[in-house]
């Protein structure tokens, strides 16, 4: 495949996680004040937080975000110096990255990942049912 159709991909894949996270968290204050019950999912809030504590685990201990570094690589592959390429990435690029110092975005991140562990206190997740199945029919003995 196409070196610039994988990061184009994979800068769309990007912009859904930083959107999951953002729209997420947003989604369960509201939620929260609206009392609704589907915020109090078990598998959606534990995906949530473990998104947030990847984030917040690069950066604290310092390591590029993967699909930066994938897609950048791919970039340059396909001839491409900068995030300035087609359209996709232009916009998808300025919407997600800004140009501050490196611990801004680790007090962000961290910031952020303490206000979602918040949100399991004020509104802990259901813990999620356990199937009942039924009793195997016939002896195991055979």
């Known amino acids: 495949m196409n070196p610039l159709v994988l990061a184009n991909l994979i800068a769309l894949v990007h912009v859904a996680w930083v959107a999951f996270i953002v729209v997420g968290l947003a989604a369960v204050l509201l939620g929260i004040v609206r009392r609704w019950k589907w915020v109090r999912n ?15 685990g690069e950066s604290l201990a310092g390591i590029a975000c993967p699909l930066t570094v994938w897609e950048r690589d791919l970039r340059v592959q396909a001839g491409q110096a900068t995030f300035e390429g087609d359209f996709i990435a232009h916009w998808v ?4 990255f800004f140009d501050f110092e490196p611990w801004v975005f680790t007090v962000v991140y961290v910031a952020f990942g303490l ?7 004020l509104a802990p997740p259901r813990a999620p049912r356990l199937s009942k199945s039924p009793p195997a029919s016939g002896s195991a003995d055979g």
């Open 93 to 96: 690029h300025r919407l997600m």
């Open 115 to 121: 206000l979602v562990l918040a949100t399991f206190i």
């Open 42 to 56: 078990f598998w959606f809030r534990a995906i949530h937080l473990v998104m947030i504590l990847i984030v917040v």
